[in-house]
């Protein structure tokens, strides 16, 4: 078995790190919680690490899993960052969904201190992650993902090689600018059902048996209808990748009218109060302004 390190034990990073644990990988972890990684160890039997620093020196391969850009700069090379402990030809996996343009920079900063870095954001929320089922989009040297893939194996059903550096990266904006947009279209539809008399469980019905299905409405109607926005991915980071989406595609030159509007949505959920909440949960604003609420009769 490998020598693996794991950055980062949220929402979703305690349960990766935990099922790497239990594929029978010895397991050097930190969090910026510290109580995470002592529990994960006495749960577990992981190793407890005070820096990130300190999981670089033990392991082949280290996991980083952050909430955003600046949090995975400093995790990585930061003071006491993976970058002042990591051995040549180590290899740092950022499932983090960050910057593109900062993920390259720091995979050259890697490169020159003799390690690598893919960019291997994920999608499966709280309950991919709980039970194996991510699906990972990874970007750098096919070379080094395949020395690495079996690590992968114990988090996700689903491996796609994506190309070189950055790669992953840009598959996993358009993912999520394209499940943003569903929702939103969802959250508009279902207020405007309500709105005008219609049973919203009928309309999820008729939804889910025609062209207009969609396996994340089918997912996550039931958990609006019984009004239950407790996170599986929140609305905060969604914003975030919203946010890099709209970067990304202002590289590219292409225009995304649609999902301009619905970043702003997002940020009027933030405003709310709402942030910390399942992205779902930005039903609510347009909810308010109607003045219906979209819920089981």
């Known amino acids: ?5 794991y950055l980062g034990l949220g929402i979703m990073g305690y349960p990766m790190a935990r099922n790497l644990r239990r594929a029978g990988h010895e397991l050097w972890v930190w969090s910026h919680t510290a109580q995470k990684a002592v529990r994960l ?41 993976l970058i002042e402990g990591v051995s040549p030809g180590a290899v740092v ?10 993920s390259l920079r720091m995979g050259e900063r890697l490169r020159q201190a003799g390690a690598f870095l893919l960019d291997a954001p994920c999608t499966g929320s709280k309950l991919g992650a709980e039970n194996a089922k991510l699906t990972f989009m990874i970007g750098g040297e096919r070379e080094i993902f395949e020395r690495v893939r079996s690590f992968f194996e114990p988090m996700g059903s689903q491996l796609f090689y994506c190309g070189g550096p950055g790669m992953g990266l840009r598959v996993k904006l358009a993912q999520n600018l394209i ?16 709105k005008a008399g219609i049973d919203p469980e009928l309309m999820l019905e008729v939804l889910n048996n025609t062209a207009a299905r969609s396996g994340l409405i089918a997912f996550k109607a039931p958990y609006v209808l019984r009004r239950d926005f407790s996170t599986h991915f929140s609305v905060k980071w969604m914003q975030k990748d919203l946010r890099h989406a709209l970067e990304l595609a202002e590289e590219c030159h292409v225009p995304v009218p649609i999902t301009a509007v619905t970043a702003q949505i997002y940020q009027a959920a933030i405003a709310r109060g709402f942030g910390d909440d399942d992205f779902s949960s930005i039903i609510r604003v347009l909810e308010d302004i109607a003045g219906v609420q979209v819920k089981k009769i």
């Open 1 to 5: 078995m490998a020598k693996l390190g």
């Open 41 to 81: 160890a006495q749960e577990e039997g992981a190793h407890a690490c005070s820096t990130p620093r300190e999981v670089a020196r033990n392991a082949e391969c280290v996991f980083v899993c952050v909430g955003d850009t600046a949090m995975s700069e400093q995790v990585i090379l930061g003071p006491a960052g």
């Open 93 to 102: 996996a950022d499932i983090s969904t960050i910057s593109v343009s900062a």
């Open 179 to 194: 499940q943003s947009n569903i929702l939103e279209a969802f959250s508009e539809g279902m207020v405007l059902a309500v």
